[in-house]
T-cell receptor, first 113, second 114 residues
Framework: DQQVKQNSPSLSVQEGRISILNCDYT??????FLWYKKYPAEGPTFLIS?????DKNEDGRFTVFLNKSAKHLSLHIVPSQPGDSAVYFC????????????FGTGTRLQVTL | DVKVTQSSRYLVKRTGEKVFLECVQD?????MFWYRQDPGLGLRLIYF???????EKGDIPEGYSVSREKKERFSLILESASTNQTSMYLC?????????????FGSGTRLTVV
């Protein structure tokens, strides 16, 4: 049973516009939600996270929003750049000795010129 | 610069072969993980390890086993490879009780079973 879901397998956005990637979760017992970015033939790289007790976290062009009542989080990229084209995964994390990441299915973002 | 190194970028194996995927990290991390990535399914956890000789099943352990004889090395073993194990395999490591951003991934091994 997928605990973290990304319902949009792909997204195409024009350069300079906003990209919004969405993620839904079923289990509320997580400490953090994270976004990872992955290029082909490379491992995922950490992008941004949000604590389960917060609503928003911002880092440069990237902002993550958490709506706990809807069990939904989103990643906003503004402005989008061609180098942002990649597969984006949301993930949940429980900290502690038994910490491990649970990933969503991924959304392929293409930023067009 | 911290590193997780997977020994092979591409592998082609025959059905029924025993396959070893090797992962080495140089960060003295206690935790190590094996994931597989498949289109439409994301990254799914196969096995993980919190210490030398310790192992825990992830979400999809069937058909796999692991070995961790040294802290820096975590091996994934396909006892008898099958075509449905054709996938991208990703190794990761982290400190214990890791905070966000504490996980480091290798570049992956693309395994094709024919």
């Amino acid at each position: 049973d997928q605990q973290v879901k990304q319902n949009s397998p792909s997204l195409s956005v024009q350069e300079g516009r906003i990209s919004i990637l969405n993620c839904d979760y079923t289990n509320s017992m997580f400490d953090y939600f994270l976004w990872y970015k992955k290029y082909p033939a490379e491992g995922p790289t950490f992008l941004i996270s949000i604590s389960s007790i917060k609503d928003k976290n911002e880092d440069g062009r990237f902002t993550v929003f958490l709506n706990k009542s809807a069990k939904h989080l989103s990643l906003h990229i503004v402005p989008s750049q061609p180098g942002d084209s990649a597969v984006y995964f949301c993930a949940s994390l429980n900290t502690g000795t038994a910490s491990k990441l649970t990933f969503g299915t991924g959304t392929r973002l293409q930023v067009t010129l | 610069d911290v590193k997780v190194t997977q020994s092979s970028r591409y592998l082609v194996k025959r059905t029924g072969e025993k396959v070893f995927l090797e992962c080495v990290q140089d960060m003295d991390h206690e935790n190590m993980f094996w994931y597989r990535q498949d289109p439409g399914l994301g990254l799914r956890l196969i096995y993980f390890s919190y210490d030398v000789k310790m192992k825990e099943k992830g979400d999809i352990p069937e058909g796999y086993s692991v070995s961790r004889e040294k802290k820096e090395r975590f091996s994934l073993i396909l006892e008898s490879a099958s075509t449905n194990q054709t996938s991208m395999y990703l190794c990761a490591s982290s400190p214990p009780a890791s905070q966000p951003g504490g996980y480091t991934f290798g570049s992956g091994t693309r395994l094709t079973v024919v």
